[in-house]
């Protein structure tokens, strides 16, 4: 039965196979956003002190964004060459992936909960916190960390599910969970009147039952890719190699902190708590349109990788142009209508009127580049599937490391505050360039037999 399941990313329609995959993995990503913008929605209305709240809140988005990237390093290397495997019909290597990125999930836990909890307060000024703000900000982070293997379980094991082709099953597991957080949240937050605690406390117990259903399913019969106590034994030759695909989809995580930190601070330093609020919002409505496109390839995914891993070619090629296509679409008509309604978006999150009124200046100029930044999602993916972690490295880093950062610092000086909005869309626009040409200029090549052998040796 589970070969069966396995077969279909090799025979079956391919647009019926996308649609299968990508719409729960699209509503999968969508219900798992609502983790935090659900606490921001109701943070931001807390009676008297909703606009302080929800900037404090917003502070901590670097740490939660790192804890978050670690396990997309275990999973965002893992479960390709686990789907490669599978089209190759060695079920025991992919075991081994899985029980390896297991062990690794496990390792971050420990290491991330000691070094956020020593250095949790200074991090938190250095990211945009002020004296008004920095109580709400380690309040809700100091019962977050609590929760940190939950999370690194939860995000980092849910992609093996949808490596075996059984996307829904992977949308149940973030449902389970979201739900729950959407129910626990006015409770604690309002009837308990815990606040920002409250939040934090309806994330991390919705989080532990999304674990649950992970672990539960990865070890039943069910999956076809079992987790084994014998699998989570250390293999550092295959470590290597997980973390060597792993490292891109890490960097374009924890990259995110990264410019979180720069940019907050130019906005604290220019602007104040006001603008660095406003930046909690821009983000959340970024993670809108980001995410169901990151859903959307991740659920495509697996198809890439299973007929890559089987030689058909003809598949690969005809998924990846269907994948673009979606991608770039998406996301144009999503940041346009944003553009055009600034201020529906700031109202979802605030009541206090300045900050909506920034947020209407502010929001059509950074989200403007995301309107073409659907191709890079597509190209940066297909690489990724076929196992090419230097391209997607390369990617990954030009866009926020060698751009994004050094025009979130240099702008400010020529255009004041509102130099720090422009970087965005600056460096949106010209990494899609770079990543369009680096796929027209590559793909031909990795589409051959000569490069599957050496994808198939390195893995």
């Not at 196979?17 to 990508?22: G, R, T, V, W």
């Not at 921001?40 to 809140?57: D, F, K, N």
């Not at 919002?281 to 496109?293: C, E, K, R």
Request: aromatic share 10%.
């Amino acid at each position: 039965m589970q070969a069966t399941k396995d077969n279909r990313l090799g025979t079956e329609n391919i647009t019926r196979l996308m649609i299968s995959l990508a719409i729960p993995s699209v509503l999968a990503q969508i219900v798992n956003v609502l983790y935090n913008i659900v606490d921001r929605i109701y943070i931001g209305r807390i009676p008297g002190v909703g606009a302080v709240a929800l900037t404090g809140v917003g502070v901590t988005f670097p740490i939660i964004t790192i804890i978050s990237a670690f396990s997309g390093f275990a999973s965002g290397g893992g479960a390709p060459l686990a789907a490669i495997a599978l089209g190759q019909g060695d079920r025991k290597r992919a075991e081994r992936i899985l029980g390896n990125c297991v062990s690794m999930l496990l390792f971050f836990t420990v290491i991330l909960m000691a070094f956020f909890f020593v250095f949790q307060k200074p991090l938190l000024y250095v990211f945009g916190a002020s004296d008004n703000t920095i109580g709400y900000s380690s309040t809700y982070i100091s019962i977050y960390l609590l929760g940190t293997v939950f999370v690194e379980l939860a995000v980092g094991l849910n992609t093996f599910i949808s490596a075996q082709g059984q996307a829904r099953t992977a949308m149940f597991s973030v449902l389970i969970g979201a739900v729950v957080n959407i129910v626990l949240d006015p409770i604690f937050i309002f009837v308990f009147h815990m606040g920002v605690a409250g939040a934090a406390v309806a994330t991390i117990i919705s989080q532990a039952l999304s674990a649950a259903w992970v672990l539960r399913f990865l070890c039943s019969e069910k999956s076809g890719i079992r987790l084994k106590k014998a699998g989570m034994k250390p293999d550092f030759s295959l470590i290597g190699q997980i973390m060597a695909l792993g490292v891109s989809p890490f960097v374009m995580s924890a990259t995110e902190s990264a410019i979180t930190i720069v940019m907050n601070h130019g906005l604290q330093v220019y602007g104040g708590d006001l603008y660095v609020g406003s930046m909690t919002i821009l983000q959340s409505v970024l993670q809108l349109v980001f995410v169901p496109i990151s859903g959307f390839t991740n659920g495509v995914q697996p198809i890439i990788s299973y007929n890559f891993g089987a030689g058909k070619f003809d598949r690969v090629k005809m998924t990846i142009k269907r994948m673009i296509s979606i991608t770039f679409l998406a996301a144009f008509v999503y940041v346009v209508f944003a553009m055009l309604r600034p201020g529906l978006f700031a109202r979802l999150f605030t009541t206090d009127e300045d900050l909506i009124a920034l947020v209407k200046k502010v929001l059509p100029v950074y989200i403007a580049g995301m309107s073409v930044f659907g191709v890079q999602s597509g190209v940066q993916s297909s690489f990724l599937g076929l196992g090419q972690a230097k391209i997607s490295l390369c990617i990954a880093l030009l866009r926020k490391v060698i751009l994004l950062i050094p025009l979130a610092l240099i702008l400010p000086r020529f255009f004041g505050v509102m130099g720090v909005y422009y970087a965005e869309p600056v460096a949106d626009i010209l990494s899609v360039l770079t990543a369009s040409t680096l796929f027209l200029l590559n793909i031909r090549k990795i589409l051959s037999k000569e490069m599957l052998a050496k994808v198939t040796h390195t893995t």
